[in-house]
Nanobody, 124 residues
Framework: QVQLVESGGGLVQAGGSLRLSCAAS????????MGWFRRAPGKEREFVAA????????YYTDSVKGRFTISSDNAKNTVYLQMNSLKPEDTAVYYC?????????????????WGQGTQVTVSS
């Protein structure tokens, strides 16, 4: 059974930074991808960023490009999301997810495993 545990959320002022972590256990990921999604109050879940385990290719939604950086530590089976220049509209519950193939990484329904989520609140 794969478990994903997120950490690093919290309250920050606009313009500040946070780093989210997602630790995977239960299996070693040598291929596939890990992604971050978020759900703001009253909105649908949306893709934020993803990284392929094998080649480290990264993907971002337009609204976070240049501000967020996704990275991975394969030895630790952990993925990070460094979030800089945070805006109030970044406020949401952030979820990490894992999949065994690195295709369609922006599509939530293609992911096999999900974490419980961590709250990020950005005050203006």
């Amino acid at each position: 059974q794969v478990q994903l545990v997120e950490s690093g959320g919290g309250l920050v002022q606009a313009g500040g930074s946070l780093r989210l972590s997602c630790a995977a256990s239960g299996r070693t990921f040598s291929s596939g991808a890990m992604g971050w999604f978020r759900r703001a109050p009253g909105k649908e879940r949306e893709f934020v960023a993803a990284i392929s385990w094998g080649g480290g290719r990264t993907y971002y939604t337009d609204s976070v490009k240049g501000r967020f950086t996704i990275s991975s530590d394969n030895a630790k089976n952990t993925v990070y999301l460094q979030m800089n220049s945070l805006k109030p509209e970044d406020t949401a519950v952030y979820y990490c997810a894992a999949k065994s193939v690195s295709r369609f990484v922006m599509v939530a329904s293609t992911y096999d495993y999900w974490g419980q989520g961590t709250q990020v609140t950005v005050s203006s």
